[in-house]
């Protein structure tokens, strides 16, 4: 628990260092387009992904009555809603990439946003395949109470990772725009 | 043997002979131990041959300005040197011994039988050990394609727009890249390894107020990791995204911006001298105790001050950029904040003089390089001071009144407490006290090395001397103090080969020590030397900050004077 908590102060560090490299940079850009221009809000993926973070605490409650049916019915929507925004990521870059062609290279902004988004959206990957394999394990009846400490350790990443996205959609969807 | 038992089969007395494991089962049991012991010394054995490496190019360094207009290297070939020295020195000698050491007493004197996460402990190592044959690697692969020159030439900060593509081409400035970012990787896993056994592993009675200082130290130390190795660790990710993604960070050309790298690299830059300079005031605060013979002095306000330069010194990043131009405002908030370090740095040192006065000293060797240390970390404080007021600095950045300043803090004060922790504890670690007449022929040796080259390297500085040149004309009036400089580096060199040459024949000829040759008090001179592999046959629980003066005096414990 100690040692999650060590590793998510090391990863805010990270996320500051980009975040800051982001503000520092609006508006910078010598050459179009802006963020007004090509960005629409995620609401449905924001949503989904907030929401994931209560559907991970459900389950670790859940495991932790050695409710292992709830645990990973809980499970899967969190990987489900996870799974969600991640798919609303990868077709708001496929629109931005195919569509408006505006890649990491066309311009400061470019640079900064696939950046920051795409950090996170690797913590998000990271965290599902986790997640993913949990559920593997609570659907093949691996999962028991005396996990419940480790899943508890899980969702604090995940918690984590959820905290992050709200950073960053106040930064880059609602600032910065 | 009146009921003795008929023998049912022929039997055999003699005890097997301990066959002698062959050299591949050691090897393989080297490689995937998972045991803190292990970790710890192949962590410091691994730092001691990049000590080598990086002080052989330090010395074609010093032979190149040894003399003016030298030609013994070209500026490509000393472009590297330094790089490597300095890139070498900080990240493959400095954090590895330190989480070397850390690793193998850290445990032991909180009286734990392992770290927190020993596996991860062994990735940590192998990823960090990975990183740096990387760095080595680029002697051999970093030319790439374009014939642009082997290893890494950027200088250890890496200033933008250097490293971009088009003034850096090839692959050297990558391995540079990808070394710096996997040891990171290995330094943050240590560092939550090392957290975590301090919070979670204590015996029972070690509470926080009784936890030796160096553990307290190292626990400053790893906090400081997260914080200042992870922001480092973004801007590399930053500069390979520039480098192989055509991204725009550090590209001036589209509106980036080089000062950014700056602030990012000395984000990391000013609070890693801490993260290396805290565990040298731990070790010191073993060692000076023990051999004046008296409890430290001021615990509280030790512990109080290393807490407080922790997070000061995440706040004095940007003195290394005055010369930048970042206005009055922030040039004046940077030079008050570096000069407020003084303060805890001063009550620690008021602490370690107040811990020997009055004290039956005994100069062994650990002892006279701790002393040495006092002296040299205050002319390092001082300088440092100088260097902090913005002024000043504007006349003497980058120039060798600079290099000359770091290195009094590396060198003197870090690399000084380093080696008297090498005395301290290699009888804890082989089984074998040091020999003292070597020890000190190295420490009398070292000392004047040091003093000659890097008391004289301010010199040069204050006559404008940049650092990095490599090589300044006849008439500049620099030669005869280079030359004295460089003179120093053979009294260095024949120290650390006493060193060397001690280090090794002591192992198989030193006196045998027993568990606690220095008569001392914390927890890991209670077992075997060199401890079994758990350490502790039964967990001990301790009542003071002093365990084993409680074992050997109980008509007077300590608990009955400690708050």
């Known amino acids: ?177 | 043997m009146a009921d003795s038992i008929p023998l049912t089969g022929p039997i055999d007395l003699t005890s097997a002979p301990k066959a002698r494991p062959l050299t591949l089962e050691v090897l393989h049991a080297w490689v995937t131990t998972v045991d803190h012991k292990k970790i710890g010394l192949m962590y410091i054995g691994y730092a001691l041959v990049f000590l080598v490496i990086a002080g052989l190019e330090a010395i074609v360094m010093r032979l190149q300005l040894a003399v003016p207009e030298n030609g013994l290297v070209s500026p490509q070939v000393f472009n590297r040197m330094f790089t490597m020295h300095g890139t070498t020195m900080v990240f493959f000698v400095g954090m590895p011994i330190l989480f070397g050491f850390g690793n193998y007493v850290i445990p032991l004197m909180l009286g734990a039988r392992d770290m927190a996460f020993p596996r991860l402990n062994a990735f940590s190592f192998w990823i960090a050990a990975f990183g740096g044959l990387l760095l080595y690697f680029s002697f051999l692969g970093g030319d790439g394609l374009y014939g642009a020159g082997t290893a890494p030439d950027v200088g250890w900060f890496a200033y933008a727009p250097l490293t971009a593509k088009v003034f850096s081409p090839g692959h050297s400035t990558d391995y540079w890249t990808l070394g710096i970012l996997l040891s990171g990787i290995g330094s943050i896993g240590t560092a939550l390894n090392i957290v975590t056994t301090i919070i979670c592993m204590r015996c029972p009675g070690m509470k926080l107020s009784r936890m030796p200082l160096l553990v307290w130290l190292y626990f400053v130390t790893c906090c400081m990791v997260f914080v200042a190795v992870s922001p480092l660790t973004a801007a590399q990710i930053m500069l390979l995204i520039d480098r192989y993604l055509g991204g725009h960070f550090f590209d001036t050309q589209a509106g980036g911006s080089a000062v950014l790298w700056m602030h990012f690299f000395w984000i990391f830059g000013h609070p890693e001298v801490y993260i290396l300079v805290l565990p040298a005031f731990g070790f010191a605060n073993e060692i000076i105790p023990v051999f004046a013979r008296k409890a430290i002095f001021g615990y509280p306000a030790m512990v109080a001050a290393s807490v407080a330069i922790g997070f000061i010194s995440l706040s004095v990043w940007a003195h290394h950029m005055f010369t930048v131009g970042l206005g009055p405002g922030a040039n004046t908030f940077v030079a008050l904040a570096t000069m407020i370090i003084a303060v805890p740095t001063g009550i620690k040192i008021f602490n370690w003089i107040a811990t020997l006065w009055g004290g039956n000293i005994r100069f062994t060797v650990p002892m006279l390089f701790c002393a040495a240390f006092l002296f040299q970390f205050l002319i390092a404080g001082l300088t440092g001071i100088m260097l902090g007021a913005a002024p000043f600095d504007w006349q003497l950045s980058g120039s060798y009144f600079v290099v000359a300043h770091f290195h009094y803090v590396l060198v003197g004060a870090i690399v000084f407490t380093i080696f008297a922790a090498f005395y301290y504890w290699y009888p804890k670690m082989s089984g074998r006290l040091m020999n003292e007449t070597l020890g000190k022929w190295h420490f009398w040796l070292f000392l004047i090395g040091f003093h000659l080259t890097f008391d004289f390297m301010h010199i040069p500085g204050i006559l404008g001397m940049p650092r990095r040149v490599y090589t300044y004309q006849l008439d500049r009036g620099w030669g005869i103090w280079n030359l004295i400089v460089s003179i120093g580096v053979i009294f260095q060199v024949l120290g650390v080969g006493c060193f060397v040459f001690n280090l090794l024949r002591s192992y198989f000829k030193g006196t045998i020590a027993g568990p606690d040759p220095w008569d001392a008090w914390t927890l890991e001179w209670s077992t075997d030397s060199p401890p079994p592999a758990y350490n502790f046959a039964a967990i001990p629980s301790v009542q003071s900050r002093r365990p084993l003066w409680d074992l050997k005096h109980p008509e007077d414990p300590d608990s009955k004077y400690e708050l």
Not at chain 1, 104 to 132: K, Q
Not at chain 1, 154 to 159: G, R, V
């Open chain 1, 1 to 177: 628990m100690v040692g999650i908590l060590c590793l998510i102060a090391a990863e805010s560090a990270v996320f500051i260092i980009f975040v800051v490299a982001y503000i520092f940079y609006l508006g910078k850009s010598i050459s179009g387009p802006s963020p007004r221009d090509v960005l629409d809000i995620p609401i449905v993926g924001t949503i989904c992904l907030l929401s994931s973070s209560l559907t991970v605490y459900l389950a670790v409650g859940a495991l932790r009555k050695s409710k292992v049916g709830l645990c990973s019915l809980w499970l899967a929507a969190t990987v489900l809603l996870g799974g969600v925004f991640l798919a609303g990521t990868a077709l708001e870059w496929r629109q931005l990439i195919y569509k408006d062609g505006f890649t990491i290279r066309t311009n400061l902004f470019g640079t900064t946003f696939y950046s920051l988004v795409g950090l996170h959206a690797t913590h998000v990957v990271v965290g599902l395949v986790m997640l993913a394999l949990a559920l593997v394990f609570a659907l093949r009846g691996r999962l028991t109470e005396a996990n419940a400490e480790r899943l508890d350790v899980l969702s604090l990443y995940w918690h984590f990772v959820d905290a992050v996205w709200v950073v960053v959609f106040t930064v880059v969807y609602v600032l910065g725009r």
